[in-house]
């Protein structure tokens, strides 16, 4: 099961390409959009780096027009990171690609397959769940 995720993530991720950023600007875009608002702490921390390296990566999604900082309301020494609008939507963008090559990967297997995918799936998730 691992090396099957493992090779049907790279195949899905070659859709990211069609972003025209960095897998590892595209990740921490990600996880501001799906997480965010989010501190640069909690950034680095989702992306198992240090500060700096989060900082520099956040840097580079402002320069594009990705990402923004702004003060954190309840803490006015705080910054939060937040998506633009072009940041979220050029990563609603890529997952709209991914899905549509997921789907039309999958679209070879017959009705019987999906249907022992989509039980593993279920079985997958509970067990998330309860971990």
């Not at 099961?1 to 991720?13: E, F, K, Q, T, Y």
């Not at 900082?55 to 990171?81: F, T």
């Not at 079985?123 to 309860?130: E, F, G, T, V, Y």
Request: no cysteine.
């Amino acid at each position: 099961m691992h090396s099957a995720a493992i090779h049907l993530l790279r195949l899905v991720r070659v859709q990211d390409a069609a972003s025209g950023i960095s897998p590892a600007r595209l990740s921490a875009l990600s996880v501001i959009v799906f997480g965010g608002p989010i501190s640069l702490n909690d950034l680095a921390r989702a992306e198992q780096v240090r500060p700096p390296t989060a900082s520099r990566i956040l840097d580079a999604l402002e320069a594009e027009g990705l990402a923004r900082r702004r003060v954190n309301e309840h803490d006015r020494r705080a910054v939060l990171i937040e998506a633009t609008e072009k940041g979220a939507t050029m990563l609603k963008q890529g997952r709209n690609r991914r899905v549509k090559f997921l789907a039309s990967y999958l679209s070879r297997l017959t009705g019987a397959e999906l249907g022992h995918i989509e039980r593993a799936v279920q079985a997958i998730q509970k067990a998330m769940k309860q971990a």
